[in-house]
């Protein structure tokens, strides 16, 4: 186990997804163990806290471990189960800091638990996404799609 602290709302989550958040953080912020308790639970949650308090990865780890559980239980269909809207500035940080840093990790942690690997599938929808990319979603559908208020329509 990491270097960091297992609080309740850490433990609930899936080993590979657990090992790595300690390993890539000193532990959650406040934000994110109320949260994950919250969403944990089943409840609709809306996370309000100050800039920089972990809100984005609150909301993408719970919905990441669940699509790690679906994959290694074999489960994991190809459809989209995620849509997060974010403001256009937003999405390329979004995008890296929140989706595919944790991806790549958790992957990596999969294979260090000798499990089996999970790939998640993310895709980023603006107005200006092409034709062709539109398509090839409708093909092999992202597992998780972000996209802006004004594209919410796909």
Same mark, same amino acid.
């Given at each position: ?47 309000? *806290? $100050? ?9 993408? %780890?719970?919905?990441? /471990?669940?699509?790690? @559980?679906?994959? !290694? ?27 595919? *840093? $944790? ?9 260090? %638990?000798?499990?089996? /690997?999970?790939?998640? @599938?993310?895709? !980023? ?30």
């Amino acid at each position: 186990m990491a270097e960091a602290t297992l609080t309740p709302a850490l433990s609930t989550f899936h080993p590979a997804v657990r090992e790595w958040f300690l390993g890539s953080f000193p532990g959650p912020t406040e934000a994110q163990q109320r949260a994950w308790a919250e969403i944990a639970a089943g409840r609709n949650t809306l996370v309000l *806290a $100050p800039t920089g308090s972990g809100k984005t990865l609150a909301a993408f %780890l719970a919905a990441i /471990d669940g699509l790690v @559980r679906q994959g !290694v239980e074999g489960r994991l269909s190809d459809e989209t189960q995620v849509v997060y809207v974010s403001p256009l500035k937003a999405l390329s940080n979004d995008i890296h800091c929140n989706l595919e *840093a $944790p991806l790549a990790g958790i992957r990596a942690a999969l294979q260090e %638990l000798g499990m089996p /690997d999970v790939e998640i @599938r993310t895709w !980023v929808r603006t107005g200006d996404t092409p034709a062709g990319e539109r398509d090839r979603m409708r093909k092999c559908p992202p597992h998780i799609v972000v996209t802006t208020p004004e594209s919410l329509y796909i």
